[in-house]
């Protein structure tokens, strides 16, 4: 069981939060929402933040932008995950990947698995890293974002949680492009 200890400083993390919808504006995400109210709660600094349409090039390009910004150290995106004609998150994702975290994914799932049963099995979640940035695709549903956040990324978005955590390896992210 992970923890958070007091012997390490924390470090903010700068995050861009992507919303792929063909319907929802700014007046009415709620995932989005959601989101941005953990992400600044837990003392991390909202970088952007973008609605796009269900479109895998706009969704990709939109990638490539922020991970070529190094004042953004990860992207969380929502929505576009399930598996109607129109879902192409995952396969954005996919394309500007440089290394899957395929963990996130299975982990999200079985967490998932608690709270909507086999549901669950529809949601194609992702995580991966490209150019030193974290990339992390999550449902478009606000409970999705609440599990994906709560139970995931909180956790290991914090410099403090031991034994391990996504922050403390930031600095080496890089060292294949040296």
Known sequence: MSKISGDRAFLPVNIALLTVSDSRTAADDKSGDVLEARITEAGHKLSARLIVKDEQ????????????????????????????????????????????????????????????????????????????TYLFALPGSPGACRDGWDKILKAQLDSRQKPCNLVELMPRLKEHLV
């Open 57 to 132: 090039a706009l969704i990709s390009e939109q990638l490539r932008r922020w991970i070529a910004d190094p004042e953004i150290d990860a992207v969380i995106a929502t929505g576009g995950t399930g598996l109607t004609g129109r879902d192409v998150t995952p396969e954005a994702f996919a394309e500007v990947y440089e290394k899957e975290i395929s963990g996130f994914g299975e982990l999200f799932r079985q967490l998932s698995y608690e709270t909507i049963g086999t549901s669950t099995m529809q949601s194609r979640a992702t995580g991966g890293l490209a150019g030193g």
